[in-house]
């Protein structure tokens, strides 16, 4: 079974500065997807990125960009210029795509609350 | 464009009684998801459809049962409810079956007293 591990509970970062949150998972699987997730106060769930195992390319979306490193099974997201909207629980999660059976769910680490500071 | 919608977006029962939650997918997708997501805690995979076909099971208790109808849509019945099951119910569409991300509804808060 898949674990997805983030380890800092809880982090905060003053505004327009640069936020790193970590992710490692364990797999024994070759091919899936990683994403991030976030959750602000609204509870909506958004999806921020996502990284194929098979593209040695870091995933960037505007603000927001991973470093994945699939030897080490690191995935972490990197919160550029970081605003005050970007208050959220972030969700690392994994999905592994074939196979069939239990392998299309989402698997969520238990979460990073990110604050903002003005 | 179209979200994921979820009705009712809360729901208060007492213990022992029933509740349907609803998911109106993402026009096109053809894959539901429903995840459980206790106070505090991370979202928790509990059923899946494909096709209006059960697709893969988790941690759904047998209280619990759901189907995909023909127009894609998804319902999620609970029955003799307990107060553990007091939680933000999410219900999530994809398209294609493992091919791609998963995008999210606003979630039902289900409150059992």
């Known amino acids: 079974a898949q674990t997805v591990t983030q380890s800092q509970p809880e982090m905060s970062v003053q505004e327009a500065e640069t936020v790193t949150l970590s992710c490692t998972y364990d797999t024994s699987e070759n091919n899936y997807y990683l994403f991030w997730y976030k959750q602000p106060p609204s509870r909506q769930m958004i999806l921020v990125i996502r990284?194929?195992?098979?593209?040695?390319q870091n995933a960037t979306e505007n603000r927001f960009s991973v470093n994945f490193q699939k030897a080490a099974k690191s995935f972490s997201l990197k919160i550029s210029d970081s605003q005050l909207g970007d208050t959220a629980m972030y969700f690392c999660a994994f999905m592994n795509p074939r196979g069939g059976g239990s392998n299309y769910k989402l698997t969520f680490g238990k979460g990073t609350l990110l604050t903002v500071n003005p | 464009a179209a979200g994921v919608i979820q009705s009712p977006r809360h729901l208060i029962k007492e213990k022992r009684e029933t509740a349907t939650l609803k998911c109106y997918p993402i026009p096109r997708h053809d894959t539901v998801y429903w995840y459980q997501q206790g106070p505090g805690q991370d979202p928790q995979f509990l059923i899946s459809?494909?096709?209006?076909?059960?697709?893969d099971k988790g941690s759904i208790p047998d209280r619990f049962s759901a189907q995909q109808f023909s127009d894609y849509h998804s319902e999620l019945n609970m029955s003799s409810l307990e107060l553990g099951d007091s939680a933000l119910y999410f219900c999530?569409?994809?398209f294609g079956q493992g091919k791609a991300e998963q995008y999210f509804g606003p979630g039902t808060r289900l409150t059992v007293t």
């Open positions: 459809f494909y096709e209006k076909m059960q697709s």
């Open positions: 999530a569409s994809s």
């Open positions: 990284q194929e195992a098979y593209k040695q």
